[in-house]
């Protein structure tokens, strides 16, 4: 079974940084990529960033030059380092690993960033 876990979330002020992880549990065939989604509101989540099997990355423009994604296969995890906090950061963030058949999330950790 595969299961993934988030962790790293927490409340903070604009300005600071944050360093969410992703840890990836159980057998996972055929992955395409791995990324980050922010959902600041009910039932919409948003692309943050991803990284491809290829080693390609990919961010959405408000968080380019800010976020970074990275893997550790060894450790099965994914991170996502977050700096220069804004506003508009604010929400949960979840995992996603997404193989040629099936999507997988995670349960979420919450991000709030005050002014």
């Known amino acids: 079974q595969v299961q993934l876990v988030e962790s790293g979330g927490g409340s903070v002020q604009a300005g600071r940084s944050l360093r969410l992880s992703c840890v990836v549990s159980?057998?996972?065939?055929?992955?395409?990529?791995m990324g980050w989604y922010r959902e600041a509101t009910e039932n919409e989540r948003l692309f943050v960033a991803e990284?491809?099997?290829?080693?390609?990355?990919d961010y959405a423009d408000s968080v380019r030059g800010r976020f970074t994604i990275s893997r550790d296969i060894a450790k099965n995890t994914l991170y996502l380092q977050m700096n220069s906090l804004k506003p508009d950061d604010t929400g949960t963030y979840y995992c996603?690993?997404?193989?040629?058949?099936?999507?997988?999330w995670g349960q979420g950790t919450q991000v709030t960033v005050s002014s």
């Open positions: 159980g057998i996972v065939e055929n992955v395409n990529s």
């Open positions: 990284i491809f099997s290829s080693g390609r990355f």
């Open positions: 996603n690993v997404a193989t040629d058949t099936q999507d997988y």
